[in-house]
């Protein structure tokens, strides 16, 4: 229904002066969530979508412009079934971490805490640490090493990855470990004990488009660079978790209960198609 609307908007709003329309379509996404990624529902919303774009079309004919416009259809990923939830939040609880978290972000209410958990699309999550409520000094492995050792032990956590001091990234899942660093105009990876993704690449210095070649058809697509742009962010955590097959970081109980996720390194759930037509 959403989308309907979306659709119905965006037909409405043309008036040919405009260079450039942006139509953002929740309906497939929200749905999944809640129901699964691959239930009937959730193909009528692709067929519905489908139907939508030739009503696009046609509207585009009749105005004949068709054939000048430029129609790119992409998503920001892919959809995974969950059935098992760790709830990232409760257990930093059970470590006697006094948290920070959505939706309970009014600072007044949490004026110590010395972590914070930010889930993202279910399936990945970002934890901040500190030492003895000092949030200005930054992330030091060694002192949370413990707790790093028993997260990545957990059935829900597939991929752990942090910075050490020199600036580079850390890669541990239950396979290995391995290190990425960010150089200026290449990217160096090494595996340090084994290969936490299951790669095959040697150790050595690599571009972006070598390193999607050589990861396209593993578990973990593009997942060095994916690392790579997550902690370009500033927003980034000091923990950056992704979540096994089946799980998500979010409550047991919650409602509505999400059978469906996306967010992690794994290939399904950020697999998605990009779709154009242009002229010729
Ligand atoms: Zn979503």
Redesign the pocket.
Known sequence: MIDKIAFKKLINSFDNKKQFYFCCLYGI?SLS?IQGSDTESIKQLYKSFDNNLGKLRNFLEDKSTYEDTLIIITSDHGHSNTSEHFDLVEYLKSKNKSIFYYPLTFKKLYKKFDSSVMVS?NSMAHIYLNSNFNWSKPFSFSQHEELINDLISQDAVDIISYKNPKGDIIILSSRGKSLISDKESSIYYQPLENDPFDYSISEGLYDENQLLDLTYETNYPDAIIQLLQIFRSKRCGDLVLSANPGWDFRKKFEIPLHKSS?GSLRKRAYDCSLNFKQKN
């Open positions: 996404d969530h699309g996306h």
